[in-house]
């Protein structure tokens, strides 16, 4: 970050987009942690801080008479916390925009830090409406966007508002800056052999990412769901596995195309059979393209992690989208954790290793290794498309 803020009245953006209770506690604080060293950077200079940011999606999730479930959705419920952590007595605004939050900048003092009521309350928010994003930034000096997680959307609060700034009057927050340095390391500056893991449920998800990964990658590694549909397309028997039908020839296509520009694609040779889907199902070892019927893959099986772990240790950076299984049962959590140790032990050596998007990112967590790769991410759908090579609206605003 660049800009001196001394004496302005900073709006930022920022992702506080946490987990609730029944009773409105913070379940996970992570977000609101992660957007922490921005918002005390920029107050060390001497300015007032408005925050503006989304919780959940109240205009889906309205009331049966139609309204807005405010109780539900208010950011209120984080100011207690969000003024523990800042270590000031931060200000609330029922509006995000309107006369009362402009009445409330106004009155805001310097050192002074002011949130915003949840920008999708507003109809104009996720539709990027122009009045909307005119009048949100005509509450701030200069705009920072440090809200990775929605750089994807070409919302009124992240991608409209910063049209109304000149260049020298908006920037990226640390968090921001941080992921778009450490993605394009991987796009554009890494070390080989760079090896991708893609895992999760669907090829449907992937494909972008699929497609991009064979551009620049040396070697792919499949797991999850996914690679039943990559099995499929070699002839082999999958049984009750999940597989898109109509993914198969797609699924032939990529095989093909890496094939012909060099690039390495493993797929799971075994796989922890089960039947029923179920943590309590009765499960094998079988290989991933002999799997009888009655039987579904829910994890990669041993042979597959031994040859996981051997590529993944000879590489020199990695990026991991996806689980390996259905982690969330312990008895198909094996494959993702070997992979995730794998990471971590690649990186020890010396790998960049770059955790990116959803539920990998729960997996490295749950299982502690969070600090034991090089940079786990914060957001899941921006991240994978950013991944994909797709200019994300939320940087391209602040870039120009
Ligand atoms: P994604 O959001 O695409 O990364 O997918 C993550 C989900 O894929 C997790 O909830 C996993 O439980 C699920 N998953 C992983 N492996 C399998 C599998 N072999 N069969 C069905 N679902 C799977």
Sequence with gaps: MQLDYSGKKVLIRVDFNVPLDDEY????????????????????????????????????????????????????????????????????????????????????????????????????????????????????????????????????STTQVAHHFAADEKEFGLLMEAEIKNAEKVLHDSERPLTAIVGGAKVSDKIGLLEKLIDFADNIIVGGGMAYTFMRAQGGKTGNSLVEEDKIDLAKELLEKADGKGVKIYLPEDSVVADKFAADAATHNADSDAIQDGYMGLDIGPKARAVFADVLTNSKTILWNGPMGVFEMEAFANGTKAVAQAVAQATEKGAFSLVGGGDSVAAVNQLGLADEVSYVSTGGGAMLEFLEGKELPGIKAIRG
């Design 25 to 156: 506690n913070i379940t996970d604080d992570t977000r609101m942690q992660k957007a922490l060293p921005t918002l005390k950077h920029i107050l060390e200079d001497g300015c007032s801080l408005i925050i503006m940011s989304h919780l959940g999606r109240p205009l889906k999730k309205k009331k049966d008479d139609g309204s807005i479930d405010v109780e539900k959705f208010t950011l209120r419920h984080l100011v207690p916390h969000l003024s523990e952590l800042l270590g000031v007595e931060v200000k609330f605004c029922e509006e995000t925009v309107g006369e009362k939050a402009t009445e409330a900048v106004e009155k805001l003092e310097k050192g002074e830090v002011l949130l915003l009521e949840n920008t999708r309350f507003n109809e104009g928010e996720t539709n990027g409406d122009e009045e909307l994003a005119k009048q949100m930034a005509a509450l701030g000096d200069v705009y920072v966007n440090d809200a990775f997680g929605t750089a994807h959307r070409a919302h009124a």
